[in-house]
């Protein structure tokens, strides 16, 4: 695609990347088909290769953009599935995530949307403060109807059980002889809704010979805000993470146990442009991706539930972690079934849910009728996010792999699947076809 | 008279509502979009059925306003058109955002009933979800390609099921005069058709052939056939060292699937057809064909050959297939130029995991990193083919070359091996944006064309802008039979007027 930016704006660097990426779209289209907004709407500008126009648009003009162009652009889930499926690689997340730093700087939103989006790149990256507001909404519930459509949804999202423990700066020593020394990022809104994925990542990798540290200054790795545009917090945060993790001594990986913030920590080269954020970033692994690496055989593996693991986005298209987290469900015994159509998000998508609640509810409702059709007796993925936005959809707990990889080796049983009943597990046969398959 | 489009897309909107229809400035530039040289070719607007009643209602309305349609699955078949009709100002109908069903899948005797905006993708993790006990042959191109579009474009796979038209079986298809037919043994007029998908021959003449690369009807469901899923899948490869050992390779290739030995067909593929899904041309803006110490350097970056061949065995386990493997590479390995690669080496081989994926029914993205071996968005791909000769295959390929150099561009092609024919797929990437290079690749692509029929040989699949030139190459008794087919089946000659050079 053709540009034409000026000699000036071409002296802000952040314009020459983006002039880049758009010139590497040629239009094959091939991202439109797994565009889960081109897919449901087939309008060419809910599409990435519409959008990658949109904001050309926008950024060769400068200043305020058009209030048609920021809906586009906003209802983006930066789910990444078009970078997995593009032909040429077009580095769609940087473009995106460029675009909505331009918007927030120079549109002003209405002073609703303005409200909202404030409050949540205010509460969620404080946990305390987010268990609070979770409370609070609780009892908000009766009156969302009143509220208007966007904060009934976001009402309707608080999970009716969350279990909230936030941890402060500590290290967990490792059992048995230490073998690894690893940050865990404990994350921000994780712990607010759900502590026990934290507390099963640490029991398991403790299990595994890794003493575990949670350095004090870490926090919120920015990935929230960094996707809302406001890249000036997104940076605080990652400046913050960045400095606590080099002050923490000698590490072996930091561990992240969120996919959306890993991927964002990985980036964190990028963000911030500095060798010790590089560092950081090459460092960072998913939690199901270290695990693997180090080995993981549990002495005498579950009775093989059937498992419906859901790829979070920022997993299988921002990370390209894919078959880790299935190979680890396998050797702690369960039976792997993969969910249809599952290059589509699930509609979670960081604050995508809660401030595009009408397009991430068709998603969502999409997303669990494909886990359902797979008859699991438990479903679970990666992130917090989609945990949250399944379990909504779908009526029914959703874990963390953690969770299953903790209870297989030792731990104990999910809580969220404290009193729900598992069928007995088929025996599996693995040698002799099914009785319609063909002879071999 | 004219066609009076106003007309016809308030007529549709009347019939199947507002959403139906599409005019949006930005869905009339996307959906004009192609990657061929000649430009992009704007419709007049683009209409979604969500059933075949609705695609009867869109023909009959094209047919009283005159109105062209031209109809799309799931518009993927990037290199030979996309979604653009065959001229500007056709309506497309874009039958995949709401004819997207699996209408059956039938586990007992293998086969399913898809409507055209069913992908393999799809069909691929819908096979999944029932137990994974049938795959479906894909092609190594987009996942989300359409099942109907790619068998009626008589598309490919790998396995033996590779035959996408061969392994289909009974059509519902609108002809242009609005009436549905249905084809095979769903001729039979009666409500319950017991053998439609089972039976390609019973009574009468097998009409389905005529719905294939053609303008004669909108096909809006298909049962296609599946194969069981084997408990292994075993793959060989075999890389040689020289652009001449083709002769060899061929020679090789065909008395192994003369006796059907080897299930699959084989894919034989040169240095660049591999190496240019795993990277951009390091001399892209030099004007001129890769340099022989360019691609020789790539070759060892990926350890590969010159030609490089891939087969895959099925088999109730590892071990039952081993011996036979065994056989292929002792047959191979004889001359002593081939250097053999097994399955789980070959798995760290991005290119090779394109061929596995393949040959084990699994859809793949990797070999659409051929589009980016040049920038710019220009790809076309032309399909000749060469009897499973060795001498034959080589003089093609030294021919094929040579005018590919002299236009300055990278001969890329992957030979896809029956028992006595295989069909050349060629790319042509080229810079889009650059006007000497797109003259140089349509100069490239119609060089080819007159010099292999020249020497007695056609094309398959082509590209949008070579289709009235490859129908000019046809015999006058072949375009006089096809007009009058299209003279009866739609007189009007109201769906896709030009395609495959059809008018």
């Not at chain 1, 790829?311 to 702690?332: K, N």
């Not at chain 2, 139906?20 to 430009?39: H, I, K, S």
């Not at chain 2, 003089?395 to 992957?414: A, C, N, P, S």
């Amino acid at each position: 695609m053709q540009t034409h930016f000026s000699e000036a704006q071409l002296r802000d660097p952040a314009l020459v990347e983006a002039k880049g990426i758009i010139e590497t779209c040629v239009h094959y289209g091939f991202c439109t088909n797994t565009c889960p907004t081109y897919v449901l709407t087939r309008d060419e500008n809910e599409s990435p290769r519409g959008r990658i126009d949109l904001i050309r648009e926008m950024l060769e003009a400068g200043g305020a953009p058009k209030p048609a162009t920021v809906a586009h652009l906003d209802s983006c889930l930066s789910c990444l599935s078009c970078m997995t499926t593009c032909a040429v690689k077009v580095d769609y997340v940087h473009l995106i995530d460029r675009a909505r730093v331009h918007i927030e700087r120079h549109y002003r939103r209405d002073m609703m949307d303005r409200g909202l989006r404030a409050l949540l790149a205010f509460v969620l990256p404080r946990p305390r403060l987010f268990a609070l507001m979770m409370r609070a909404g609780r009892m908000a519930k009766p009156f969302a109807p009143l509220l208007g459509a966007r904060l009934g949804a976001m009402l309707a999202m608080i999970p009716a059980r969350t279990a909230p423990d936030i941890l402060g700066s500590q290290v967990f020593p490792a059992e048995g002889a230490k073998r690894h020394r690893v940050a865990l990022l404990a994350g921000c809104a994780q712990q607010a809704l759900n502590g026990d994925i934290n507390a099963a990542t640490i029991r398991l990798l403790r299990r595994h010979g890794c003493e575990v540290v949670i350095a004090p200054g870490a926090g919120c790795c920015g990935s929230l805000t960094l996707h809302m545009g406001r890249e000036d917090d997104a940076r605080r945060a990652a400046r913050a993470n960045v400095a606590a993790w080099r002050d923490a001594g000698a590490l072996d990986a930091v561990i992240v146990n969120a996919s959306g913030c890993g991927t964002t920590v990985k980036d964190y080269g990028h963000l911030l442009g500095d060798a010790d954020a590089k560092c950081i970033g090459a460092l960072t692994r998913d939690v199901s991706e270290f695990l693997l690496g180090i080995g993981f055989a549990p002495p005498t593996p579950l009775p093989p539930y059937r498992v419906a693991y859901h790829d979070p986005c920022s997993m299988q298209h921002g990370q390209h972690v894919i078959e880790q987290p299935r190979a680890l469900l396998r050797a702690a015994g369960f039976e792997v079934v993969d969910v249809p159509e599952r290059h589509f998000c699930c509609g979670s998508a960081g604050t995508y849910n809660l401030l595009q609640p009408a397009m991430a509810a068709q998603l969502g409702a999409r997303k669990a009728g494909h886990i359902a059709s797979t008859d699991p007796d438990i479903v679970a993925t990666a992130n917090i996010g989609c945990m949250t936005q399944i379990a909504h959809h779908l009526g029914c707990p959703v874990v963390h792999i953690v969770e299953l990889l903790d209870w297989a080796s030792g731990g104990p049983r999910p809580p969220a699947l404290a009193g729900v009943s598992l069928r007995e597990p088929q025996l599996q046969t693995t040698t002799a076809p099914a009785a319609d398959a063909g002879f071999w | 008279m004219t066609a009076n489009f106003d007309a016809f897309f308030k007529d549709i909107e009347g019939k199947l509502g507002a959403n139906a229809v599409n005019r949006a400035e930005e869905t009339l530039v996307r959906y004009g979009e192609n990657t061929m040289p000649g430009g992009d070719r704007r419709p007049a607007g683009v209409v979604y059925p969500k059933s075949t009643a609705d695609v009867q209602a869109i023909v009959r309305s094209a047919n009283a306003h005159r109105v062209p349609l031209y109809p799309v699955s799931t518009g993927n078949n990037i290199g030979l058109g996309s979604r653009s009709a065959s001229t500007a100002g056709q309506v497309i109908v874009d039958l995949g955002r709401d004819m997207n069903r699996i209408v059956e899948i039938n586990d007992r005797l293998a086969y399913a009933v898809v409507e055209p905006g069913v992908t393999y993708q799809a069909m691929h993790d819908e096979l999944v979800r029932r137990g994974n006990h049938l795959m479906v042959d894909v092609t190594s191109g987009p996942p989300q390609g359409g099942m109907i579009g790619n068998a009626l474009d008589k598309g490919a796979g790998y396995t033996p099921y590779f035959d996408h038209f061969g392994f289909a079986c009974g059509m519902e298809v609108v002809l242009g005069n609005g009436e549905v037919l249905r084809t095979g043994d769903g001729s039979l007029d009666h409500d319950t058709l017991v053998n439609w998908h089972t039976s390609k021959y019973s009574f009468g003449p097998i009409l389905d052939g005529l719905f294939t690369q053609s303008n004669y009807g909108i096909v809006t469901r298909m049962g296609i056939w599946l194969m069981p899923r084997p408990p292994a899948v075993q793959s060989f490869h075999f890389t040689f060292p020289d652009d001449d050992d083709l002769e060899e390779v061929i020679e090789l290739c065909r008395p192994l699937k003369l006796s059907n030995f080897v299930p699959t067909l084989f894919r034989v593929a040169n240095d660049l057809y591999l190496c240019a899904s795993e990277g951009e041309s390091p001399e892209a803006k030099s004007g001129k064909a890769l340099s022989r110490d360019a691609r020789i350097a790539l070759r060892n970056k990926f350890g590969l050959g010159a030609w490089n061949i891939s087969g895959a065995f099925y088999g109730a386990s590892e071990a039952a297939i081993a011996p036979m493997i065994q056989r292929v590479r002792d047959h191979f390995c004889k001359s002593g130029k081939a250097s053999y690669i097994d399955h789980n080496a070959a798995q760290a081989v991005p290119a090779f995991q394109v061929a596995i994926n393949a040959f084990s029914g699994k859809p793949s993205l990797g070999e659409l990193g051929l589009l980016k071996w040049r920038p710019g968005g220009g790809n076309i791909w032309f399909t000749p083919g060469t009897p499973m000769d060795g001498k034959i295959a080589n003089e093609f390929q030294k021919l094929g070359r040579k005018i590919f150099e002299d236009h300055g561009l990278d001969y890329t092609v992957m030979n896809v091996c029956g028992p006595r024919f295989a069909r050349g797929l060629h790319v042509i990437t080229f810079n889009r944006q650059d006007e000497d290079e797109c003259r140089r690749a349509d100069a490239c692509y119609r060089a080819m064309a007159a010099e292999v029929a020249k020497r007695g040989v056609f094309v398959g699949r082509a590209p949008l802008d070579y289709h009235d030139m490859h129908f000019a190459q046809t015999m006058p008794a072949f375009r006089q039979a096809c007009s009058g087919i299209k003279q009866a089946l739609d007189p009007n000659g109201i769906i896709a007027p030009g395609r495959y050079g059809i008018a």
